[in-house]
């Protein structure tokens, strides 16, 4: 089958996953691609309507294992009819657990035909200079890996009549998903002396934690810990503070330096 477009939807704070599913798109090599970027709170007011004659591809960072909670809502506004879709998860060379079957599981109840998946690996949220865990992810070898994917979706595609004929797709995890995908409320964030008042962390923080007024000052109840806020900052003016943030990218950085590899799903 030929579809005419290709929706290209990312959620994406410390932009691995936005790499990542560029990667792809750069692979399945179609001029009409539309970029929908729901990072900001913004972008996720407006439901999302597809066609069979488009594929959705859609990216999130694993959290806690799972999609992460706070898109839930956006995810279920998808409404899709027969639209060949590819979920996507990047996780920080920890774990995906059931981050990618729930995805696929989302898309299937919107409407979508899932057509292939994959997993691929992102700097994890939590790194930092002294304690790196999967530094630099996504690097070269995983972007060709994502070009060769989205070469293998556009042979998949065109290998299938229409998309009522695309096979059921069947992707690692578990029902019920495992753990609990609630974040942690926790202040871990100190904004230092070298802040130009610039604004970039407050603008943007995919839940708007950081106020307007006085960019030290976060919403703890709100803030998802994507640390975006620190990594975007061109002063390097914020930090973690010593605590449970902290601790569990010394723990990461520990535990999981052994090299992940993308995996895809067909
Ligand atoms: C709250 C939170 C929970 C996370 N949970 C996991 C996890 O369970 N497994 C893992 O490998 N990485 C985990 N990560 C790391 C992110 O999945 C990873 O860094 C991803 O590349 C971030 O995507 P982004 O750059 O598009 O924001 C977590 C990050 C955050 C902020």
């Not at 390097?236 to 950085?253: C, E, F, I, Q």
């Amino acid at each position: 089958m030929e579809v005419e477009s290709v929706i290209l939807v990312y959620f994406s704070p410390t932009r691995t996953t936005k790499a990542v599913v560029q990667g792809i798109a750069r692979g399945l090599n179609r001029g009409n691609v539309e970029m929908l970027d729901i990072t900001r709170p913004d972008a996720r007011r407006e439901p999302l309507r597809t066609s069979e004659n488009e594929l959705l591809i859609i990216g999130v960072p694993v959290y806690m294992g799972r999609v992460p909670a706070l898109l839930n809502e956006w995810l279920h506004t998808i409404s899709a009819r027969n639209t060949p879709a590819v979920p996507v998860v990047v996780y920080g060379n920890r774990v995906y657990d059931d981050a990618l079957i729930e995805l696929g599981d989302i898309l299937l109840q919107r409407g979508c035909r899932p057509i292939a998946g994959a997993a691929y690996i992102g700097e994890h949220s939590f790194s930092t200079d002294e304690t790196p865990t999967a530094g630099g992810r996504p690097d070269a070898g995983d972007l060709s890996h994502a070009e060769s994917f989205g070469r293998t979706i556009r042979e998949k595609l065109a290998a299938v009549p229409s998309a009522d004929r695309i096979a059921d797709l069947s992707l690692p995890g578990t029902r019920p998903y495992r753990g609990d995908s609630r974040l942690w409320t926790v202040d871990f964030i100190a904004g230092g002396d070298a802040c130009v008042r610039c604004g970039i962390c407050a603008e943007g923080c995919p839940v708007g934690a950081i106020d307007p007024e006085d960019y030290a000052l976060v919403d703890t109840t709100t803030c998802i810990t994507c640390c975006a806020c620190i990594k975007n900052c061109p002063e390097n003016a914020r930090t973690m503070k010593p605590g449970p943030v902290s601790d569990a990218s010394m723990r990461l950085h520990t535990l999981y330096r052994e090299r992940k590899e993308p995996e895809h799903f067909l």
